[in-house]
């Protein structure tokens, strides 16, 4: 299955833009759930079980798998395996490494965990993507603008060459993802953060084609509007908007689970009063 | 034990800069291994004990174990278990992430496997790299320049700044690497690649102090003596010169360990014979 069919598919199926981000922590379980991997999986299924009806895609950030120790990869593989094969599974990793190495992780990735995305970061190059267009139909989101605050060190250096003089590096980095994206059709997508609506704005202009993978919503939705305005494609793919903790964490008692529905279904009205609104 | 002060009792008990790529693929294993993780961990196993009176550190690059499947932590960990506890260990992921997800990381790295050091991306900031160094007395090389071809695509790339002006993004990588070094002492290398000696000089000019990583050194040796000259701090930590392929895959018969036992002695007198004559 072609990963952004599915991802369109199950964006108009739901009605939803939302991406659920998969990242538990030992040490914010809610009360009733053992504080070890087997208690990370049940969490988890849970958390899917809820939130499923108004997910299009899943997020699940490698970290917090790994530092569960050595069966951290085993419970991500059975936690992405039970969630709804309709819906997209990305595997954010931010992967960087070429030839055979690249090679490596999107066989683990793709073949192995069976994710339809990855997230991928393009400091090393286009030679440390390529190993994962490869993968024909799978999707690659390349990191382009983060929202962090130190993001800036790097990310808006502008360039002092002939060609695109004064171009901040992100910008670069859409430009070059979009050259690739004439090889690979479909495959390419953008992680751009959500708190600077008018680099959001660029970053549209310059790859009007490519999905947006969109972190740093905050829980009170004030960017949901530039980010819904900004991040929806030429061909009308919405950008994943991921919210993690405010789902994962709404309620630290036995209710998680209904808290968990509830904040994704709050969220999802924000989004249906913008589209409304917008139209 | 301090990362730092491991890696130059190392370098001086052997004499020695190699530094041993651990990235086995089990398509490429030898004769009479069974191509399994089982058979992984014994081929790497092998390796490390031929190799270790001339190793001053291991690199297991994560992308090979990952692609082993749900057993591949185990089978790195286990192999990390068996390695002098004498010798620098190195786990090469290339994180690039921030705040609880980059702190998952350092935890999967340093307390879970208990390495001595990590490769990280700058991409995202030195908000990524924080976490990492937070734990005392570990080291994080930062990926700064590397030899890939379209590596070109953004390291290069020329600032128009006031500040630094026409300076290329890997050296404001390294310029704010040795800042960060300046908040953390002995926790912060480069990964510089080796094909370039006019850059290996320019990024050693600009941090003095901090040890390189450096891989791209030919089964020639041909970048070997740049590498030696410019690489080394001025301290006298010597460059970890990374060799994979060449000393895992010297044979694919029954004789591999002592194929790669030779090998290593083969790169060793070469950088002696440099050594001597630079004297």
């Known amino acids: 299955v072609n990963s952004l069919l599915k991802l ?3 964006q108009q199926r739901l009605g939803s833009p939302l991406c659920i981000g998969l990242d538990p922590e030992i040490s914010r379980l809610p009360a009733g759930i053992s504080r070890d991997p087997s208690g ?8 899917v079980q809820a939130t499923q009806h108004a997910a299009c895609a899943y997020k699940a950030n490698l970290a917090y798998f790994l530092a569960l120790g050595v069966e951290g990869v085993g419970v991500l593989n059975d936690l992405l395996h039970g969630i709804p094969s ?6 954010d990793a931010k992967f960087s490494d070429i030839d055979h190495s690249a090679a490596r992780y999107a066989a683990f990735a793709f073949e192995q ?13 286009t030679d440390s993507i390529r190993p994962f267009v490869a993968h024909t139909g799978k ?5 382009c603008r983060t929202s962090n605050l130190e993001g800036n060190e790097f990310q808006v250096q502008k360039s002092a060459e002939a060609g695109h003089a004064r171009e901040p590096l992100y910008e670069q980095v859409a ?9 690979f059709p479909h495959q390419l997508g953008l992680v751009v953060g959500a708190t600077q609506p008018d680099e959001l704005a660029r970053v549209r202009s310059l790859a009007p084609d490519l999905p947006f993978l969109v972190p740093g919503v905050g829980a009170q939705g004030g960017e949901l509007e530039p980010t819904l305005r900004f991040g929806t494609t030429n061909a009308g793919i919405l950008p994943l908007i991921n919210v993690g903790r405010a789902v994962l964490y709404a309620s630290s008692g036995h209710d998680y689970a209904a808290a968990a529905r509830a904040e994704v279904d709050r969220l999802l009205g924000q ?9």
Chains 1, 2 share one sequence.
């Open 113 to 125: 965990l069976k994710v339809d995305a990855v997230t991928l970061n393009p400091y090393v190059g």
């Open 139 to 143: 999707l690659s989101f390349v990191l």
């Open 175 to 183: 430009r070059q993802m979009v050259k690739l994206a004439g090889e």
């Open 86 to 91: 309709q819906t997209l599974t990305i595997l």
């Open 8 to 10: 369109s598919a199950a």
């Open 40 to 47: 990370v999986f049940a969490f988890c299924r849970e958390i």
């Open 271 to 279: 989004v249906r009063a913008w589209q409304q609104g917008a139209r």
